[in-house]
């Protein structure tokens, strides 16, 4: 069966999260992605392991739909396998540290030298100029100096890491765009180029609505925070105010759990159902809740309200009351409440494999739909378990060939 990427061939030399994201999304559109490990593996095979000496969920969750070679670079026979295996891909894929790939010798000129048509994409933490080129990132590293947490958490409380991981697989998500679009170029040019994605940038980028409360902030207050924003020269943290046209919060509901909350956004078209609904002719005639600007400057009141009337009711009632009345609404889902939603396992958002050394397991499902693009998931790779099909396959070398190298040293440390 046709896929979206069938034909396109990936060299992934990325590790941990970032750039597996991008790579396991190509992988999923219908790429064939060789993921290149040193004799060592990804390290995140290892990293927080719940059963010993089994390639870890932080590992398997990243890798799914990839064939594993080992190669050790630090060897000429690795080093040459390496530039055979160039030749034969659409792209190579890398997010070493600043100038690590330059050491082993394989600049980006020396790579495009060795295949002209080659699309290579980096993932830097803060990209390869600038004074902040040569520090190091990790995932909440780029999400302070990207701008996500100065905005989150509450006015009076320090700023807070958010609990997706927009640091390292936003920015998977941005490099995989990058990937596309200069595949795409590469039909009209017939040239490959390269693609840099620094995951400060990504934060950035993801943060764009605080930056346009940056600049209004400039202007006077922000109506719709529910804390005074007079005076401030950077937008504040809102705690969960929507920082958005329409008011929007977290509703507590019974019994009154740690995520037994609903959240709640409070359009202007439905303000008189919803004032109805909690207060009857009563609430909708109340001056202080009339329009738009008295309910922003009352919102403390009104959520007392809301709160007060949500207690009756646990969060999917509540929800099913609010939607019978068109108030935008949603439960606040925890990983269980997920792992067991009907509406997440018919989307397929939640799929069960089976590996053959951790037995059953879970992993958060494709979340781009195409109508022509049908790919099973299947498990992440053991360590290696690729290198002799891949050789023969992509490179065509018989046992001979990589027996001699095998011996070089080319596959082992």
């Excluded at 597996?20 to 999923?28: G, H, M």
């Excluded at 082993?104 to 993932?123: L, Q, Y």
């Excluded at 950035?204 to 719709?224: A, I, S, W, Y």
Aim: with cysteine; net charge negative; charged share 20%.
């Amino acid at each position: 069966m046709e896929k979206a990427l069938s034909g396109v061939r990936i060299l992934d030399m990325t590790h941990v999260q970032a750039g597996p994201t991008a790579s396991q999304l190509l992988a999923w559109l219908g790429a064939d992605v060789i993921k290149f490990e040193p004799p060592t593996g990804d390290i995140t095979r290892g990293q927080l392991r719940d059963i010993p000496n089994v390639d870890s969920l932080y590992f398997t969750m990243l890798n799914c739909n990839k064939r594993s070679i080992t190669t050790n670079m630090k060897n000429p026979a690795g080093k040459e396998v390496f530039v055979e295996l160039l030749k034969k891909c659409d792209v190579v894929m890398e997010n070493f540290g600043p100038g690590v790939l330059d050491r082993f010798g394989f600049t980006w000129d020396k790579v495009h030298e060795i295949n002209p048509r080659i699309v290579m994409a980096s993932i830097k933490g803060f990209g390869s100029t600038g004074p902040y080129a040569e520090f190091k990132a990790y995932e909440n590293v780029a999400q302070a100096m990207g701008g996500s947490m100065s905005p989150t958490g509450f006015d009076d409380g320090p700023p807070l890491v958010t609990g997706a991981q927009i640091g390292d697989s936003g920015t998977g998500l941005h490099l995989a765009i990058g990937i596309l679009a200069a595949l795409q170029a590469r039909v009209r040019t017939g040239k490959g180029q390269y693609v840099e994605v620094a995951m400060m940038d990504s934060v950035m980028n993801l943060c764009r609505v605080k930056f346009r409360d940056h600049q209004r902030l400039t202007r006077g207050n922000l109506p719709e925070y529910s804390i005074d924003t007079v005076g401030r020269h950077a937008t504040p943290r809102g705690g969960n105010d929507s920082g958005g046209g329409q008011l929007g919060n977290a509703v507590k509901c019974k019994p009154g759990g740690p995520n037994d909350y609903i959240y709640v956004v409070v359009q202007e078209a439905v303000w008189e159902s919803l004032a109805r609904l909690m207060g009857g002719d009563a609430l909708v005639q109340d001056p202080r809740f009339s329009t738009i600007g008295e309910r922003r400057k009352n919102q403390a009141i009104l959520w007392g309200m809301l709160n007060d009337y949500a207690s009756k009711y646990d969060k999917r009632e509540f929800m099913g009351s609010l939607n019978g009345i068109e108030v935008p609404c949603g439960p606040i889902m925890s990983t269980e409440d997920l792992a067991n939603d009907a509406h997440v396992h018919l989307r397929d958002m939640y799929v069960e494999l089976d590996h053959p050394q951790r037995g059953t397991w879970y992993n958060v499902g494709m979340p781009i739909k195409l109508s022509d693009n049908h790919v099973p998931m299947e498990n992440a790779p053991l360590l290696g378990e690729h290198t002799d099909q891949v050789l023969q396959e992509v490179l065509g070398w018989d046992k001979g060939q990589i027996d001699a190298h095998r011996t070089a040293g080319a596959f082992t440390k």
